[in-house]
């Protein structure tokens, strides 16, 4: 019941500033919002809850969501060589907006809720709470006119804050692999995104480069800057006003080292490579949406730590 109440209080807030008439031409748009979704931290070096899963939504630039998503995840439980493996699991409740501004500035927020969990030696070890709240401003740099040429381009750029609402507690840290089992970082940090899509007729590719600059949190801790990139091919099927859109592609996550009171943490650096895969419908104001991510190739925590699989479905509602 908590986390309903906590879910509606968002939506109602996003819709009072959502001021923006629907698009004329049609209730889903191929603008993508993957961008959005790089925001929210991370697996291997934040507050786990999903940051670069790079699933795509097809929607009006003016709506309010709601998205679940889950990441698995098996690491070692403490620092030696033969520490046994367990198994973690986290699982976010996302409220999510996007509000243009003008015609080229739009305004997004992400405000997460988390439930994690995971299997220690010594028991279950739960959190859960408000995480960390992003806002970010994008910009439309270029873009083509989608009747003058046979392919259309548009390219974004695009800047925010990650706020630390969500709680940091040193404790969770001691004695584990998995230095992202928190709420939040504890920390201000700053994305920078760009986006760029092309299309023909029917058919899209959309591709993402987006930095994270992690600061110093008040605990002395300070989360490796973050690298995701990602690349995305697109169909739509329209049919009698009821729109079908798979979608699959890759996605990569690069995660600096760790640092504690200026320190570099051994075990906390890491890349991995998924490929994602997914299918989003609408009708009219609603669309929903289903994608999951596989890895590829993995080299977290310097091996001690392994992803299995990511997963997310969303309900949005165009304004």
């Not at 974004?156 to 404790?171: D, M, S």
Request: with cysteine; charged share 15%; aromatic share 14%.
């Amino acid at each position: 019941m908590k986390k309903l109440v906590v879910i509606c209080t968002f939506l109602v807030g996003f819709s009072a500033f959502s001021f923006t008439e629907k698009d004329s031409i049609s209730a889903f748009t191929f603008h993508r919002l993957e961008m959005m979704e790089d925001f929210d931290c991370d697996a291997c070096g934040c507050s786990a809850s999903g940051g670069s899963m790079g699933f795509s939504s097809m929607l009006n630039n003016n709506f309010v969501g709601v998205r679940y998503f889950k990441q698995s995840y098996t690491s070692r439980d403490g620092i030696f060589a033969n520490s046994p493996w367990i198994d973690e699991n986290f699982n976010t409740i996302q409220a999510w907006a996007r509000i243009p501004v003008t015609e080229k500035i739009q305004i997004s927020a992400l405000v997460p809720y988390h439930f994690h969990e995971r299997q220690l030696t010594a028991g279950t070890q739960s959190i859960e709470g408000l995480g960390d709240i992003t806002i970010m401003g994008l910009y439309t740099i270029y873009e083509t006119q989608k009747d003058s040429t046979v392919f259309s381009h548009k390219l974004n750029i695009g800047g925010g804050v990650k706020l630390p609402t969500g709680k940091f507690k040193e404790t969770n840290n001691l004695g584990t692999i998995n230095q992202s089992f928190q709420l939040g970082t504890g920390s201000w940090d700053f994305p920078l995104v760009t986006e760029y899509v092309i299309k023909h007729n029917n058919l899209g590719l959309n591709t993402t480069l987006n930095y994270i600059i992690k600061t110093e949190n008040s605990k002395n801790y300070q989360y490796g800057d973050q690298f995701n990139y990602a690349g995305t091919f697109f169909y739509l099927f329209d049919i009698n006003n009821f729109q079908i859109v798979p979608q699959a592609g890759l996605a990569g996550e690069v995660y600096q080292t760790n640092k504690q009171h200026n320190l570099d943490l051994p075990n906390t650096a890491g890349d991995i490579l998924f490929g994602k895969f997914g299918v989003e419908a609408g009708k009219d104001r609603f669309s929903i949406g289903i994608n999951a991510m596989l890895p590829i190739q993995q080299n977290l925590s310097n091996g001690n730590m392994e992803a299995n699989y990511r997963w997310s479905i969303n309900l949005n509602y165009t304004l």
